[in-house]
C-alpha cells in the first residue's frame, strides 16, 4: 500500500562525486519489495525541480534507502543533502520482480546504478538459498558502485568498457558466453543494454525480467507519461504494468525513451 511521507534523510554515503546511497528514517515498515520504487523529492526544495524523481529502492524495511547517479538537478541537490534534510517520499510503487523459476539459475545482468533493484533482488535470493551470477557492468571502474553488495550475495562477474577493471567490454558480451537453456536472467540499466539483453535471452528462449527506468511524472497511473511501446502494439505504462515486466511484452526496437505525442513532459 502506498504512502506519501515526510521523512528524514537518515545518513548519506558517498562514492565519489557521482554516486550516492541515501538512507531516510522511517516510523514504519515502508513495505517495498524488490524492484519496486518510490518518488523522492526534497521537501524544503522551493519551486523547482517541480516534480518528484523515481527511483527504485535499495532496501525497503524501516530504513529504506536509494542508489542515484547524478545526472541533473533533482539528482545533484540529493548527492548535496545532510542528515536531517526532509524529504517527500511517495511508494513503494510499480510491480516487483517476478519470483526466480524454480531449477534455473538466477542471472542478475547490471548496468551502472540500474545495480540497485538487483542488489535489493540478490540479498532476497540469499535469504531463500539461492547464489545467483551477476553480470555488472560499466564504462570504467568508477561506474560500479555497490559491487562489494552484489559479491556479499552473487557470484560476480565485472565488466567496463575501458578495461580499467574484470573483463573488457560490455555485460552483453559476457552474458552470450553464458547463456545457456537452464538460467532465468533479471536485468536493469540502460536502455540499449537491456534490448540487447533481451533480444540475447529471446534468440535462446531463456526467460528474462526487466526493470524499465522510463521517465516518469506522476509514478501511479495518472498522467500517461511513461509509455513504453509493447510487443503486440499499442503502449505499457512503466509506471504501473512495471517498473519489472517480461522482457517479451516491451517493444525494444523503439526509442522507449522517445516522448509519446501527448505525454507530458517532466520537470
Ligand atoms: C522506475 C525508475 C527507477 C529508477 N531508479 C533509479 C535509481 O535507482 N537510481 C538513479 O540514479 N536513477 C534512477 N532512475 C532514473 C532517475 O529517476 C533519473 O535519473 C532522475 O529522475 C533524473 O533527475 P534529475 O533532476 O537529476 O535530472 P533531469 O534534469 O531530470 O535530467 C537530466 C538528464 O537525465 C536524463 N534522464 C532523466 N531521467 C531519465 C531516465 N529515467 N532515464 C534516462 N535518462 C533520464 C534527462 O533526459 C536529461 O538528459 C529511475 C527511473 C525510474 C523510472
Ligand atoms: S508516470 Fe504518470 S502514468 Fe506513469
Keep these: 500500500m502506498k504512502r506519501l511521507e515526510v521523512l528524514p534523510l537518515l545518513r548519506r554515503e558517498s562514492m565519489g562525486d557521482a554516486y550516492h546511497v541515501l538512507t531516510f528514517e522511517a516510523a514504519v515498515d515502508t513495505g517495498a519489495s524488490a524492484g519496486q520504487f518510490v518518488m523522492v523529492r526534497g521537501a524544503e526544495w522551493g519551486d523547482a525541480p517541480l516534480l518528484p524523481r523515481p527511483m527504485s529502492y535499495l532496501s525497503g524495511g524501516r530504513t529504506p534507502s536509494i542508489l542515484i ?13 545532510e542528515p536531517g534534510e526532509p524529504f517527500t517520499l511517495l511508494g513503494p510503487l510499480g510491480r516487483p520482480w517476478r519470483g526466480a523459476h524454480p ?6 545482468v547490471a548496468g551502472g ?36 553488495e552484489l559479491a556479499e550475495s552473487c557470484e560476480l562477474v565485472v565488466t567496463t568498457e575501458d578495461g580499467s577493471r574484470g573483463r573488457r567490454g560490455r555485460v552483453t558480451d559476457e552474458l552470450l558466453e553464458r ?12 536502455d540499449r543494454m537491456m534490448a540487447k539483453v533481451a533480444e540475447l535471452c529471446r534468440e535462446r528462449d531463456v526467460p528474462c525480467a526487466v526493470s524499465l527506468e522510463t521517465p516518469m511524472a506522476c ?25 519489472c515486466i517480461d522482457a517479451r511484452q516491451v517493444s525494444f526496437s523503439s526509442d522507449s525513451h522517445a516522448p509519446v505525442k501527448g505525454a507530458p513532459r517532466v520537470l
Excluded: Q
Excluded at 103 to 108: A, E, I, K, T, Y
Excluded at 182 to 189: A, L
Design 103 to 108: 531449477g534455473r539459475r538466477p542471472v542478475l
Design 69 to 81: 547517479k547524478v545526472v541533473g538537478e533533482g539528482t545533484l541537490r540529493m548527492a548535496r543533502a
Design 113 to 148: 546504478v540500474g545495480v540497485a533493484p538487483l542488489v535489493f533482488l540478490a540479498r532476497d535470493m540469499a535469504k531463500s538459498g539461492l547464489r545467483p551470477l551477476a553480470i555488472y557492468g560499466g564504462r570504467t571502474a568508477r561506474d560500479l558502485p555497490l559491487d562489494d
Design 219 to 243: 509514478g501511479y497511473g495518472v498522467c500517461l507519461g511513461c509509455a513504453v511501446p509493447r510487443e503486440e502494439g499499442g503502449y505499457l505504462y512503466a509506471c504501473v504494468d512495471g517498473p
Design 179 to 190: 547463456l545457456s537453456a537452464d538460467i532465468d536472467v533479471f536485468t536493469c540499466g540502460p
